[in-house]
């Protein structure tokens, strides 16, 4: 597993979160600041949503996060590339654990936090929530967190602990390439799901956060298991 001072790394997750929260919860009007650059009424609200090229993105980043999943799968059943049981384990249950449970079937039907088309600012019926709060503006399926920024972190992080196995196999620009690539795919997530109008900023950042604490604590717990010699 990545070699990271786990109590360091912890404080400074602790940090970031509470500085979002004082940052959302401070200026709740940034969230709808940002979605507002890209609401429309006189196109319909959130017209970037139906533009292709917006749908194709969304896809293609969908779709890596399917193909890491399956690899962590087919990783458990026959390890390959130098990668062992153990770091395909790790990524199967950061999927699992960080997008699957805790942010689409915990956060996402129980906060009850009104998507951006929902709300009456941009053209809807629900009521505005500030990130952090609790809400009855949705029953199922809601705004916080975003379910697909937090799979594409889960894919980021994946894809950086893979570059870490491979380091010496790979070029110093290769490596740097890849991890300019991985990050970006959270990024890219996160602004598709602001600019259709889907999430909020602060749905993404805390969707970010939360994938990452996740991703923290099944470090620790995979890092007491040996991976076999000559596996990362």
Request: net charge positive.
């Amino acid at each position: 597993m990545l070699p990271i001072d786990h109590r360091r790394t912890a404080f400074g997750l602790l940090v970031a979160f509470v500085a979002a929260l004082a940052l959302f919860r401070g200026a709740p009007q940034l969230d709808l600041r940002v979605s507002a650059l890209f609401f429309d009424a006189s196109r319909g609200g959130f017209w970037l949503v139906d533009l292709p090229s917006v749908q194709l993105w969304r896809s293609v980043l969908w779709n890596l996060s399917t193909m890491m999943m399956l690899a962590a799968v087919a990783g458990l059943a026959w390890p390959y590339l130098g990668v062992s049981r153990r770091v395909w384990g790790f990524i199967g249950a950061l999927y699992l654990l960080g997008p699957g449970v805790m942010a689409n079937l915990v956060l996402k039907n129980n906060w009850g936090r009104a998507r951006p088309a929902e709300i009456a600012e941009f053209g809807g019926a629900a009521r505005f929530t500030p990130a952090g709060a609790t809400a009855d503006q949705c029953a199922t399926n809601c705004s916080f967190v975003s379910g697909e920024v937090a799979s594409a972190t889960a894919f980021t992080i994946s894809a950086l602990l893979l570059l870490w196995c491979w380091r010496a196999r790979l070029a110093p620009s290769v490596r740097w390439l890849g991890v300019g690539l991985a990050v970006t795919v959270t990024l890219a997530s996160a602004a598709q799901r602001i600019v259709a109008g889907r999430h909020f900023v602060s749905d993404s950042v805390f969707a970010v956060l939360l994938v990452a604490a996740v991703a923290l604590a099944l470090s620790w717990v995979f890092a007491q298991r040996t991976a076999p010699k000559g596996t990362c």
